[in-house]
């Protein structure tokens, strides 16, 4: 008897106590959903908008000391004051420029050398290792000898950031290429595909995904690498904003420079988003 078929009661078994009989119907029990749901409309600014309201309470009931870390108003009046100057805009600029080159050099090396890497046995004998030792060590920790190198100005920052974010743009783009099923390169081989075809309707599609991943991950690596090398003899950017606040103690200034890291990585983070679902959207997933 299947879940939903009728089944008559003992009022029906007797027609003459009744003239119709009555029908029940088992209904099928409701299944569980195992997914993380449907997508909640602007849900990615849930868990900002509840900080800034445990902030705002906080000021206000005075659990936050002033001095330590400034209130939402006058973190916003601060800011106002500093458009008004042209000096946000100013700084702004200038570590845009230096964060968007970093990120074209960085995804650009990273990207060839996953090419490379993961379409040869001998390229990645010859490349792999070095991006493994370079991944075990901090960028960071690099600017000393970077400094020796190419000197304070902005060759050495932009250096940095680009060596933060090769290594991710490489790490998952080579990954991606690895990952890619064999039966594929079978497939073009059968089908008589050349080098360039072969690459360019089987590897570059099958890398795709662990591109965006990689560069979700480098967008970061951009902003954080930024952060401190306009903090080594730096005349300009937000980074050196923050670090002459530092100085004279203006908590304010210190945090709206922060306040605007913060939304530089969620923008580029969420426009990285937006291609990986244009670009993927053949794949189902859990993410909707």
């Known amino acids: 008897m299947s879940a939903e078929a009728p089944v008559l ?7 003459a106590a009744h003239s119709e009989p009555v029908v029940r119907v088992r209904r099928k029990p409701r299944r569980r ?35 330590n870390l400034s209130a939402p108003w006058t973190v916003v009046s601060t800011a106002g004051d500093l458009i008004a100057e042209g000096r946000l805009q100013s700084n702004l ?3 845009a420029e230096r964060a968007a080159l970093g990120l074209l050099f960085g995804t650009a090396g990273g990207l060839a050398l996953a090419v490379i890497a993961g379409l040869s046995r001998i390229g990645e004998g010859v490349i792999d290792g070095p991006v493994q030792i370079k991944r075990a060590i901090p960028s960071l920790a690099l600017i000393p000898l970077l400094i020796l190198w190419f000197g304070i100005g902005e060759s050495m920052k932009v250096i940095t950031i680009a060596l933060g974010v090769f290594v991710p743009v490489y790490i998952h783009t080579h990954n991606g290429l690895r ?5 594929y390169a079978e497939l073009a081989e059968t089908v008589g595909l050349s080098r360039t075809g072969f ?8 890398a795709l995904p662990g591109f965006l991943l990689g560069m979700r991950f480098a967008v970061t690596a951009a902003w954080l690498s930024l952060v401190v090398v306009e903090q080594v003899n730096a005349t300009s950017g937000i980074g050196y904003m923050m670090e002459l606040a530092r100085t004279y103690g203006q908590t304010d200034i210190i945090i709206v420079g922060l306040v605007v890291y913060g939304l530089l990585g969620l923008v580029s ?14 794949r189902r997933t859990l993410a909707g």
Do not use: N, Q
Request: cysteine-free; aromatic content about 6%; hydrophobic content about 50%.
């Open 9 to 15: 009661t003992k009022a029906a078994a007797h027609p």
């Open 33 to 67: 959903r195992l997914g993380p749901g449907r997508p909640v409309p602007y849900g990615w600014a849930i868990g900002p908008l509840l900080l800034l309201a445990l902030w705002s309470v906080g000021s206000a009931a005075g659990f936050i000391d002033a001095r």
């Open 93 to 95: 600029a200038t570590s």
């Open 179 to 183: 990952t890619i099923d064999g039966r």
């Open 199 to 206: 690459v360019r309707h089987v590897v570059l599609p099958g």
């Open 269 to 282: 983070d969420a426009l990285v988003r937006l291609v990986e679902r244009k670009a993927l959207s053949w």
